[in-house]
C-alpha cells in the first residue's frame, strides 16, 4: 500500500518568506509527528498529532512554526518569516497509534533559506 | 546533552565482518526503535524492542534490549555492502515524545 508520502520533496526559499510543507500519512494512522534534521546533527522532534486531542507541540523551535492536522488525515507544517537557521530536512512520520507503535516515515522534504 | 548515546559515531568494516552498534539512555526506555538512513531514502524502520531482555532478528541483523531497558546493541553479522549507511536508535520514554540518537556511520568496504 502508499506509505507516507511529503511535498514539496525540495523548496529553496528566501529569508523572511513563508513556507508550506504538507504530509499524506499513512490511511488508517491515527497519530502523526513531524521532525527535522539540521546538517550533522540529528533528528530532532517538533510536533506530534494523536487523533483529535490537542498536539504535543513541545518540540517547535520557536513562535514561528505552526503545524494542523484535519482529522487524522494530512498535515501541514508551516514556518513564517524563515531564517538560514530553519534550512533542514523535514521528515513526517505516521503510526497506527502513538506511543510504542512503530512509525513508518516519509522521504522528506528539503528546505534551503538563501 | 544527549539523551541517547550511539557508539560508535562512525565505522568502517571489511566485507564479511561482524560488527555491533549500541545506544544507552541513562533513563529507562518504554520502546527502543532502530532504523537506518540511507542517502536519498529516507528513514527505514528495521526493528522495535519493549521488553527487558528481548531480542529480534531480521535477516543478518540482530537486536537487543538489556533487562534494565536501558541499553540496546545492533548487531550485523556478515556485513556486505547494502548494510552501508547511518543506523540511528529511537527512544520513547513516556509513551509520546520520541528522542534520537545522533545516528551511527557505518561503511562496508568490499
Known amino acids: 500500500g502508499a506509505g507516507v508520502s511529503q511535498s514539496p520533496s525540495n523548496k529553496v526559499t528566501e529569508k523572511g518568506k513563508d513556507v508550506e510543507l504538507r504530509c499524506d500519512p499513512i490511511?488508517?494512522?491515527?497519530?502523526l509527528y513531524w521532525y527535522r534534521q539540521r546538517l550533522g546533527q540529528g533528528l530532532e522532534f517538533l510536533i506530534y498529532?494523536?487523533?483529535?486531542?490537542?498536539?504535543?507541540k513541545s518540540g517547535l523551535p520557536s513562535d514561528r512554526f505552526s503545524a494542523e492536522r484535519t482529522g487524522e488525515s494530512v498535515s501541514t507544517l508551516t514556518i513564517q518569516r524563515t531564517q538560514q537557521e530553519d534550512s533542514a530536512v523535514y521528515l513526517c512520520?505516521?503510526?497506527?497509534?502513538?506511543?510504542?507503535?512503530?512509525?513508518?516515515f516519509g522521504p522528506g522534504t528539503r528546505l534551503t533559506v538563501t | 546533552s544527549q539523551e541517547l548515546e550511539q557508539s560508535p559515531q562512525s565505522l568502517i568494516v571489511q566485507e564479511g565482518k561482524n560488527l555491533t552498534i549500541n545506544c544507552t539512555s541513562s533513563?529507562?526506555?518504554?520502546?527502543l526503535y532502530w532504523y537506518k538512513q540511507k542517502y536519498g531514502e529516507g528513514l527505514i524502520f528495521l526493528m522495535m524492542?519493549?521488553?527487558?531482555?528481548e531480542e529480534k532478528s531480521h535477516e543478518k541483523i540482530t537486536a537487543k534490549l538489556d533487562e534494565k531497558k536501558q541499553q540496546s546493541s545492533l548487531h550485523i553479522t556478515a556485513s556486505q555492502p547494502s548494510h552501508a549507511g547511518i543506523y540511528l536508535c529511537?527512544?520513547?520514554?513516556?509513551?509520546?515524545?520520541?528522542?534520537f540518537g545522533p545516528g551511527t556511520r557505518l561503511s562496508v568496504l568490499p
Open positions: 512520520a505516521s503510526s497506527f497509534f502513538g506511543g510504542a507503535y512503530e512509525q513508518y
Open positions: 490511511s488508517g494512522h491515527t497519530a
Open positions: 498529532f494523536q487523533g483529535n486531542s490537542a498536539p504535543d
Open positions: 533513563k529507562t526506555l518504554y520502546g
Open positions: 524492542l519493549q521488553k527487558g531482555g
Open positions: 529511537g527512544a520513547d520514554f513516556d509513551g509520546q515524545n520520541f528522542v
